[in-house]
């Protein structure tokens, strides 16, 4: 694993740790000092402390020639795909490193890259046929979507506003786009979008939605409520003495 400085592009340091195993994937988390790397030849995953670039613990054992990985914007959870499946997704809780299966319906294909929607809600995943996989982060359900002319769905990435996702087929050399929304696919002139030789890996600009808890409805002061007491118990006296 080679950090490096983003800043001026110079290499910071080398970890050579017996945990990492052909890494070929690594994600950050964004609540936590965590970062996680996906070794492709040791069906695993380290995690490494981003404050002082050392592996954290054990391997995590995931499923078979594991791809990829996202992590939910509030950092709780890691999702990896893993194209051997065995099972589909593996699913890492981050508090404990405890791992739970997915699998999706009717056969999942070979799970590639995957991404997540800003509002967390949906995770897509090239399964290298000629469909998407979805997963639904409610209850952790995983279906698939067949694309129009799809051949071998590889990479994904939901852009900034969480409206689109973008497909790439490595076969096909085109990059399918689809709502979100309802999960169809956009058809029509412009669609697909023609790609260079063999597309795998998409990105786009990515923002997590921040979701602001509701303040709680402010109390009135203690003062305050005394006085108006006081005054609605002096008003009733007033309409006695007039009414006498």
């Known amino acids: 694993m080679t950090v490096i400085d983003a800043t001026n592009n110079t290499v910071v340091t080398t970890s050579d740790d017996a945990c990492f195993v052909s890494p070929e994937w690594v994600i950050f988390n964004p609540a936590l000092p965590r970062a996680y790397v996906v070794n492709r030849g040791g069906d695993s995953v380290c995690v490494v402390d981003t404050g002082n670039d050392s592996v954290v613990g054990a391997a995590i054992t995931v499923g078979s020639d594991p791809r990829s990985a996202v992590v939910t914007c509030d950092g709780a959870f890691v999702y990896v795909a893993n194209n051997g499946g065995s099972p ?3 699913k890492i809780r981050t508090s404990d490193n405890s791992v739970a299966d997915i ?10 890259n995957m991404s997540i929607t800003p509002d967390n809600r949906k995770i897509y995943v090239g399964l290298q046929n000629d469909s998407l996989g979805v997963i639904d982060r409610a209850t952790d359900t995983a279906t698939s979507v067949a694309l129009s002319g799809g051949n071998s769905t590889y990479g994904t990435a939901v852009i900034r506003d969480g409206s689109r996702v973008f497909v790439t087929d490595e076969d096909d050399n085109e990059v399918e786009v689809v709502a979100v929304s309802t999960d169809t696919q956009f058809t029509g002139a412009g669609f697909p979008l023609s790609a260079g030789n063999t597309p795998r890996g998409i990105a786009t600009q990515f923002a997590c939605v921040k979701t602001e808890p509701k303040p709680a409805p402010a109390l009135a002061p203690a003062w305050l409520i005394l006085a108006a007491a006081l005054l609605a118990t002096f008003g009733i006296v007033q309409v006695r003495r007039v009414r006498r």
């Open 88 to 90: 589909d997704i593996s």
């Open 103 to 112: 699998n999706f319906t009717g056969g999942g294909g070979s799970p590639c």
